[in-house]
């Protein structure tokens, strides 16, 4: 199954992720880029899978500052498709691009579009859930410095559009969605995601892009137990929470004292000025 819509061709696979597939794909009549994911079609369930909930939050959020547009989405042979627009790289593939270091004005100016994104989500009564790197893309041509939202496959209603009312408080022994690196405190202990916790993923977000790296990254869960990577990393953003990211309070306070033009920039990888020239203005 090469064609999907009718028009829509697949061309190289772009990443393998928790819920599908993403392909670029070409439309065969415009020969306009698109990205495409995939999702294996369950045999006819009553609830809507989640390539195609995902879908629906696109056509809820497109339109807006930041946010692909929906172009197809629909089910083809054995697979659920969606074709959005094509963009450039994530947050993450840049970060790597870039030796693990992003300027304290780079991280600023991201993070005036990433709050803008993040609160145009919310203002539509969504919570993201699964705010990290590798779900925000640059833009492409024009739009090259513009930081992009994907990925709504976690995504969830937190208040009711007819009664504007926010969805109970809940907590449950299914500890967390997304992905442990940047999920927030409250969804490791299984309480129901609401928009601060987004709020803390972006904060985990941003001290990643100026530190490189995050305490509990390099976490290993120990050997023959039941105990997952999850559950450490839980513990230790726990115990670090009141310490750490205090003790480094002066490190940022010295970092921001800096005349912006003496922070160190990333060594000359080859394609890091893409980011640079990309973000900043
Ligand atoms: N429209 C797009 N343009 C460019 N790259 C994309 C696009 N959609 C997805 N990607 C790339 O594919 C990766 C996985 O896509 P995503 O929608 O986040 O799927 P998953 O649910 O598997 O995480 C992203 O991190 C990004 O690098
Ligand atoms: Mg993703």
């Known amino acids: ?128 859930r699964d705010i990290k790197p590798a779900n925000f893309v640059m833009g492409t041509g024009r739009a090259a410095s513009m930081v992009n939202v994907i990925d709504f496959g976690l995504a969830k209603k937190f208040r009711d559009s007819r009664t504007s009312l926010h969805i109970p408080f809940k907590q449950d022994d299914f500890h967390g969605v997304g992905t442990s690196l940047f999920a927030a405190i409250n969804t490791h202990v299984g309480i129901e995601s609401s928009r601060r916790d987004d709020l803390e993923s972006l904060a985990y977000m941003l001290i990643y892009f100026l530190r490189g790296t995050l305490p509990w990254r390099k976490l290993r869960a120990p050997p023959s137990t039941y105990i997952s990577l999850a559950a450490c990393r839980s513990c230790r953003k726990l115990v670090l929470k009141s310490r750490k990211l205090i003790h480094d309070a002066p490190f940022l306070r010295k970092k921001m004292q800096q005349d912006p033009r003496q922070v160190p920039l990333p060594r000359q990888g080859t394609r890091c000025s893409y980011s640079l020239a990309g973000v900043e203005p």
């Open 1 to 128: 199954m090469d064609f999907f819509g009718g028009k829509y061709r697949l061309a190289e696979e772009l990443a393998a992720g928790g819920c599908g597939q993403v392909f670029v794909g070409v439309h065969t009549i415009a020969g306009k880029e698109v990205a495409i994911k995939l999702e294996p079609a369950q045999p006819s369930t009553p609830r809507d899978s989640p390539l195609q909930l995902e879908s629906k939050i696109y056509k809820r959020l497109m339109g807006g500052t930041g946010v692909p547009w929906l172009l197809f989405s629909g089910r083809a042979g054995d697979y659920n498709v969606m074709v959005i627009d094509l963009l450039g790289p994530s947050l993450e593939d840049l970060f790597k691009m870039c030796n693990r270091h992003f300027s304290l004005k780079t991280v600023l100016l991201l993070a005036d579009q990433l709050i803008s994104r993040i609160e145009f989500i919310h203002t539509h009564g969504f919570v993201h």
